[in-house]
């Protein structure tokens, strides 16, 4: 049920652990039992978690640790159905557009509080949403309200801002307001679910950043305490109105530095819940875990990318990216290097998000030296014949770059070699300061379950996260007539023939999609249910009773 | 190491053996001529060749040396040539001698029988380049430090106290980490750049001690130039400690690339490294510990050789510290 995770470059699933923890004992082996026994209402999880980065703001979370908390605290207007990532309404009675889908009235259900007992009204939302907006706020997700009239006036490119109020959002009453926007947009409730639209209290606006360290909702938890670098604590909140009310009595988010060692505390009980299982132990997870393990798709791909403005990429004729795609053997890949991490990729979207497609790349996506030699030849093949992926050693990420690249250079005969940065932080600096040599190594959690999000947002000419130089008049084109078509259906099959362009034209080589490998502990009653970003959907998670 | 201890050692042993200047006398010639006295050199490799440590470590080192310039005689298997579908983390076959698959398969699919011998050439190259430079940069300042003294020595030896004291894994991290591709030469000067410290002041010292003999009074009085005392007198009979602590020193460096490489700051690919093999069978070591096996027990082999073969010439040159 649970939302998206802001628009940011994913890392990578694994998290890097280079101390081989010892096989220790314990029976713990597959429960049978796991099914078994009675919820306890108010029974607490634990689950892993990393220092957020920032205070506790709405706006305030591109990482996901933070946002992890925040999601548990506060319920947004909508959210989206796992699996089908189909819209249901939150804290909204409804969201609906005019004709053009270029403004928006939202109408709230009646009688929802805070954690502070005010009540949850339409000024709550026009006000936190002007507030995070404000570039004097320095929120780090303010692009966020980019589609709204006014958004320039509170966020300037340069200079301070003209008022602090957006002139697209109109309170009408207690629980109904309207929002404008600069164009139309057909799937703008969609992206709704995210964290920055929740609403804030007035306590909020007289102490920001005391706020941050002691935050108050509007969700199925209510916030306690926070401990730094140690432990944060919500527990359920009894007045809470909307449908996902919280099935257990609250969460203790606990700090761990090391997979390592959050695996060894899951493995003795004393967490119920782990981000992912360290890469030393995913060969024998399953049998150490049994029912318990976790192996889960969430919508994510990984991808490599050329970087168009390089010699080897300038004018190169798509047919030979198509090849290079040919040449990898996702298959055995995902099988052997990857552990079973991740499913290959046959498509530019990823599964659970709306305009997913089975297939959609066909034959490109699908191994065949023979055929990827021959349109590598046809198109004229790679200057130079090399070609090297960038990717961050701070990461797990070498195992799998060294694979392709074999595969690549076993079925083409064109030369392939990794070029490691040392830190996540100088491979983005490279991508974004277009100095990438030949390609770099892509990855992309959903913001809001539409196709939209996995096309436009990464390849149209301006998107911010389109850092390779890509340019398709036609697909922008497309794009923005999807993004004015008249419903959520026709927009999301736009897009469709827009990645049918895009698989001619190769933006980039999609290789596989992220699955979340994890576990519980023996205190949860049945599976712990997920979200489509891979992440928990906490107030769903049953604890059993002792 | 005690280096001025040693270096008066060795001066004493000159002084009691050897009556002509030591370069006179090339090293094996005087075998027959047993009843005349053997200069320092001569007496070395009497020594040498007496010592089955010294052969044992030879013959390794030979192989070795022949391994890194001809791997193509042992394996013509590509190092780089990954089979994933066929070969992926397959166990060794120890009875399948000199074939791909005798140490077993790494999780690239790769033979590491043909990696482990394609990867003795950078160990190789990496451990004489570093000593080679080491010993000619840290030897000609030595040199110059110990025979003119004075400021020049004070120079020098300011400077080498400075780039003594910056810590060499760290410091050589920290240069490397300025390259984005890392060829052999690059890794060689990294090492080299903080490496030549200790040579420099054993032959600080034994060349001072050197230029007080009286051979090197005697050639200055009949009228010897300076470059001449320097490499026809001094040198000859001050480098022996020198050329013991580069010997040991070797199997350090070849080390040195492995840890560096295993910290992801060594050799790049392509190249083939033992060090970055060892670091990737670290990931895979709880079920398939041959992918890490093969290649540290052929470091660890190298390193043991190299070291053994600077045992042997410490012994050899430097009598009294048996």
């Not at chain 1, 699933?13 to 029976?27: E, F, Q, R």
């Not at chain 1, 994890?518 to 205190?523: H, I, L």
């Not at chain 2, 390794?60 to 992926?88: C, E, K, M, Q, W």
Request: glycine share 8%; hydrophobic share 40%.
């Amino acid at each position: 049920m649970r939302g998206a995770r802001s628009a940011k470059w994913v890392a990578g699933a694994i998290v890097v652990a280079l101390a081989a923890t010892a096989c220790g004992g314990g029976d713990d082996t597959g429960s049978d039992d796991m099914n078994k026994g009675k919820a306890d209402p108010n029974g607490i999880v634990t689950a892993q978690l990393s220092e957020p980065q920032n205070p506790l703001q709405p706006a305030n979370a591109k990482e996901s640790q933070g946002s992890r908390v925040l999601r548990t605290i506060f319920a947004g207007l909508v959210d989206y159905e796992p699996g089908t990532g189909e819209l249901e309404y939150v804290n909204a009675e409804s969201v609906t557009p005019n004709d053009d889908s270029s403004e928006w009235t939202v109408k709230l259900k009646a009688g929802w509080k805070f954690h502070d007992g005010t009540p949850v009204t339409a000024q709550s939302y026009v006000d936190s949403w002007n507030w995070s907006a404000n570039i004097k706020n320095n929120q780090t997700n303010s692009s966020w309200f980019a589609d709204i009239v006014g958004y320039e006036d509170v966020h300037p490119e340069k200079g301070d801002p003209k008022t602090d109020k957006m002139s697209g959002l109109k309170v009408v009453d207690e629980t109904t307001f309207t929002v404008k926007l600069t164009q139309p947009v057909s799937y703008f409730a969609y992206k709704l679910g995210y964290d920055v639209w929740a609403p804030l209290p007035e306590a909020f606006f007289k102490d920001p950043e005391k706020y941050g360290e002691n935050p108050i909702g509007n969700g199925p938890y209510k916030f306690v305490s926070w401990e730094h670098n140690k432990l944060i604590k919500v527990r359920k909140f009894d007045g809470y109105k909307g449908p996902n009310k919280a099935k257990n009595g609250g969460i203790d988010f606990k700090n761990y530095t090391t997979a390592d060692a959050a695996y060894s505390d899951l493995r003795s009980n004393n967490v119920d819940w782990i981000e992912q299982v360290p890469t030393t132990a995913l060969t024998n997870y399953k049998t150490d875990l049994g029912d318990r393990a976790i192996d889960q798709e969430y919508s994510a791909v990984q991808s490599i990318v050329p970087a168009f403005y390089t010699k080897t990429f300038k004018d190169i004729d798509p047919k030979v990216i198509q090849g290079l795609s040919m040449a990898i053997d996702r298959e055995t890949i995902t099988k052997t290097v990857l552990q079973g991490t991740r499913t290959p990729a046959d498509s530019y979207v990823a599964p659970g998000v709306l305009g997913y497609k089975k297939g959609a790349l066909g034959d490109i996506v699908k191994f065949d030296a023979a055929q990827a030699k021959k349109l590598i030849q046809e198109g004229g093949g790679v200057p130079g014949n090399k070609i090297q992926i960038q990717y961050n050693a701070d990461q797990d990420h070498k195992p799998w770059v060294d694979a392709v690249c074999n595969s690549i250079r076993k079925s083409t005969g064109v030369d392939c070699v990794g070029d490691p940065k040392p830190t996540f932080q100088a491979d983005l600096d490279a991508r974004d300061n277009d100095e990438v040599k030949s390609m770099y190594r892509g990855g992309w959690v959903l913001d809001y379950p539409v196709n939209s999000n996995f096309m436009r947002d990464l390849y149209g000419t301006t998107a911010a996260g389109n850092t390779s130089g890509y340019s398709n008049k036609e697909f922008d084109e497309l794009s923005s007539e999807a993004d004015k078509a008249s419903s959520i259906d026709e927009t999301v099959k736009l897009y469709q023939e827009a990645e049918q362009l895009l698989a001619k034209d190769m933006p980039a080589i999609p290789l596989w999609f992220y699955k979340v490998n994890s576990g519980q502990s023996t205190n949860i009653l049945g599976k712990i249910p997920y979200g489509q970003d891979g992440d928990p959907i906490f107030d769903q998670v049953q604890v059993k009773q002792k | 190491m005690p280096d001025v201890t040693k270096a008066q050692t060795t001066d004493e042993a000159l002084l009691d053996a050897v009556a002509p200047p030591a370069v006179e006398v090339p090293a094996g010639q005087d075998e027959k001529k047993s009843d005349k006295p053997r200069s320092l050199w001569g007496d070395a490799w009497y020594d040498l060749r007496h010592r089955p440590m010294f052969w044992v470590s030879s013959v390794l080192l030979f192989l070795l040396i022949v391994i890194a310039a001809f791997p193509g005689l042992f394996t013509s298997v590509d190092p780089r040539d990954g089979d994933l579908v066929n070969h992926y983390l397959s166990k060794p076959e120890l009875t399948h001698f000199f074939q791909p698959d005798w140490f077993g398969y790494d999780q690239q699919g790769r033979s590491i029988y043909a990696r482990v011998v394609h990867g003795t050439r950078a160990s190789i190259l990496v451990g004489v380049g570093v000593t080679a430079v080491v010993t000619l940069v840290g030897a000609l300042l030595g040199m110059l430090a110990g025979y003119f003294g004075g400021w020049v020595d004070s120079v020098i030896s300011r400077l080498t106290d400075i780039f003594f004291g910056i810590p060499f894994l760290l410091g050589t991290m920290v240069v490397l980490n300025a390259f984005t591709e890392r060829k052999v030469y690059v890794v060689i000067l990294a090492l080299a750049f903080l490496g030549w410290t200790s040579i420099a002041r054993v032959t600080r010292s034994s060349v001072i001690t050197a230029k007080q003999a009286d051979y090197v009074t005697a050639a200055r009085a009949l009228g010897a130039g300076t470059s001449r005392i320097l490499f026809r007198h001094v040198m000859p009979n001050a480098i022996a400690p020198t050329i013991v602590v580069a010997t040991i020193a070797l199997g350090g460096y070849i080390s040195a690339e492995a840890t560096l490489s295993f910290l992801g700051l060594g050799l790049s690919d392509p190249t083939i490294s033992w060090g970055i093999d060892i670091s990737e069978g670290s990931k895979v070591i709880r079920d398939n510990p041959h992918t890490l096996l093969f290649p540290a027990g052929m470091l660890s082999l190298t390193v043991f050789a190299f070291i053994m073969l600077g045992d042997a010439v410490r012994d050899a040159l430097d009598p009294k510290l048996r």
